[in-house]
């Protein structure tokens, strides 16, 4: 029996009840929509694409997938036997038990809660690296829980009053925010009217923003966690760490890409997040939530920039109750060799986008390239393309994703 695989990449906006998409943001989901089925570890399985959005010119590493509308799926009638969706919204709920009646949904309340901000804001800890406060960390949230227009006015003033630089940067993070999506970047006191009207649409929606100074990260890392339900019965779940890989981002937070089987720290600088992340995979496993959780963890530079001065740890950033692309380059660390390390990169471009690497040219010598993602989707070329760049070289990896991170614009 195949499994079904359902991108639903949107899922935030999902959980918010937002069911209309840009055309522009629905074509950079549908590019990176057959990636999910990089997790597919078996013959035959199925990944659902929209009818306008079907891939060809498949990768040698997706052969083994086969590619479904849901109009499709409905027709192949009850051949599947399991409905895995990127994250567990209603409308994922409401399409797995049409084509795949016996799948178990998890509770939906939990879902939510577990991707709110809110949730998040509740183990949002931080810790010095350079002093003895390392050992515990801090109980105030890095972030602030905002109801109101005046909650962000006030949490503004609180900010600037204690960093001596005259316009600290800053970012506002909706409710359900990922992937540098559903945010406000910004610096000062001051708000400017696009800022106040977008925060004025959170808040007419009875929902909470989440406000946090904006920090230069040094590194950052997804942790890969599973939450699993006692068979017993009892109301403790069990927790698997399935491992991290570290992120590669842009500037402004976007993610780029992941680094596999190597790292710019020293693995033991994220084990106190480790620590930390099962703690939170409990309190989620607790409201009877189940299946794989994110969490994200930086090590970021102080208020006043200086390097190697008065680094954090910030242990958990964002919670991701679903998947999400650190836990693909995870599973891919399977096609690596045994002394290999890897970066998977999302290559963004405006013009079309042909099947060669532009950065071939420039690559170290000993560094291979994978095509990890379709030629075309639909009708047209890519924007996004995904690569896998494989070498056992691990300076060269290193040295390939500060290459990639430029050419993003990082």
Not at 48 to 75: K, W
Not at 131 to 157: G, I, M, Q, Y
Not at 237 to 262: K, N, W
Request: contains cysteine.
């Amino acid at each position: 029996m195949s499994r079904l695989y359902y991108p639903n990449l949107m899922f935030e906006e999902q959980l918010q009840g937002n069911s209309r998409m840009k055309a522009s943001a629905q074509a950079l989901v549908d590019d990176l929509a057959p990636c999910f089925g990089l997790l597919s570890g078996a013959e035959n399985d199925f990944v659902l694409v929209r009818d306008e959005a079907i891939p060809t010119g498949i990768p040698d590493v997706m052969q083994s997938l086969q590619f479904l509308t849901i109009a499709e799926a409905q027709a192949a009638g009850a051949g599947f036997c399991e409905f895995i969706p990127w994250g567990w919204s209603e409308p994922a709920g409401q399409l797995a038990s049409k084509l795949v009646p016996t799948t178990a949904v998890p509770p939906l309340d939990a879902i939510r809660t577990v991707n709110s901000r809110r949730f998040q804001n509740t183990f949002d800890e931080w810790c010095r690296l350079d002093d003895e406060s390392f050992k515990t960390a801090h109980d105030e949230p890095f972030s602030r829980v905002c109801t109101c227009l005046s909650d962000v006015n006030d949490w503004l003033k609180s900010l600037h009053k204690a960093h001596s630089i005259p316009a600290v940067p800053w970012v506002i993070k909706a409710e359900f925010s990922q992937a540098a999506r559903n945010r406000i970047l910004g610096e000062g006191l001051e708000l400017d009217p696009r800022t106040t009207g977008w925060l004025r649409n959170q808040f007419t929606q009875k929902t909470i923003v989440s406000a946090e100074p904006w920090r230069n990260r040094v590194a950052e890392a997804g942790l890969q966690f599973t939450v699993t339900p006692d068979p017993f019965g009892t109301q403790k779940p069990t927790i698997q760490f399935d491992g991290l890989t570290e992120m590669v981002t842009a500037a402004d937070g976007r993610y780029i890409g992941s680094l596999i089987h190597c790292s710019t720290q020293c693995q033991s600088i994220w084990d106190k997040a480790i620590r930390h992340g099962y703690h939170i995979a409990c309190a989620a496993g607790g409201l009877s939530y189940t299946g794989w959780l994110g969490i994200d963890c930086m090590i970021l530079e102080d208020a006043t920039g200086s390097p190697g001065s008065n680094r954090l740890l910030r242990m958990a950033h964002d919670l991701n109750g679903r998947c999400t692309m650190g836990r693909i380059a995870l599973h891919l660390g399977k096609l690596l060799g045994p002394e290999e390390s890897g970066f998977w990169f999302q290559l963004r471009q405006t013009k079309p986008a042909n099947t060669d690497f532009p950065l071939a040219p420039k690559l170290p010598s000993g560094v291979s390239i994978q095509r990890t993602s379709p030629c075309r989707i639909g009708q047209r070329d890519p924007q996004i393309t995904t690569w896998l760049l494989t070498g056992s070289d691990s300076e060269a990896i290193l040295h390939v994703s500060d290459l990639c991170r430029q050419f993003s614009g990082g």
